[in-house]
């Protein structure tokens, strides 16, 4: 039996074929799902489903400091606990230095992978539309992340 990765990615397969090849809201692709009965959560799958919202939200929690900086509140460990597989969350203003160290290794990690990712999509798409002037792909962020600090310092000044 499919795992339900495997179960969601045969749902939005099966939308295109059904529906077009458009680009689409999950919602939408969601909404479909659910009115033809290819989806209905069990009850472990509810509790996944609030995980999944609880880390969503978490994600997105950001504080402002006293130098003016918005930083993110809350972050995430991914580690092997008993041989179980956990994210253990904690609050960056109160967890241990170790957590944070692997916190910010495993998002490094995380921005790397998506990288190399884009840098193979792109990759992929050059070469089956060769005709076609290629995307190009920059992967040092430098001057974007001068370019946002510049931004944000600007804005302290006008606050000032």
């Known amino acids: 039996m499919a795992n339900m990765k495997e179960q969601m990615q045969k749902i939005f397969d099966d939308y295109t074929r059904e529906v077009g090849h458009e680009p689409v809201s999950l919602d939408v692709v969601a ?3 659910v009115m033809k009965g290819r989806f209905q ?3 472990k799958s509810v509790v996944k489903m609030c ?3 609880l880390a969503n939200s978490l994600r997105q ?3 402002l400091d006293d130098h003016g900086l918005w930083y993110r509140a809350k972050h995430p460990v991914r580690k092997s606990v008993g041989g179980v597989q956990l994210t253990l969350w904690a609050d960056i203003d109160t967890a241990p230095r170790v957590h944070m160290e692997q916190s910010f290794a495993q998002r490094r990690r ?4 998506d990288c190399f990712q884009a840098k193979q999509d792109v990759d992929h798409y050059n070469a089956y539309r060769s005709g076609d002037r290629p995307i190009q792909m920059i992967l040092d962020f430098s001057e974007d992340v001068a370019e ?3 931004i944000r ?3 302290q000044e006008k606050r000032a």
């Open 110 to 113: 995380s921005i790397v992978d």
């Open 61 to 63: 929690e950001k504080r």
């Open 153 to 155: 310092e600007e804005e």
């Open 41 to 43: 959560p069990t009850p």
């Open 148 to 150: 946002l600090e510049a």
């Open 31 to 33: 909404e479909w799902a």
């Open 51 to 53: 995980r999944e919202s």
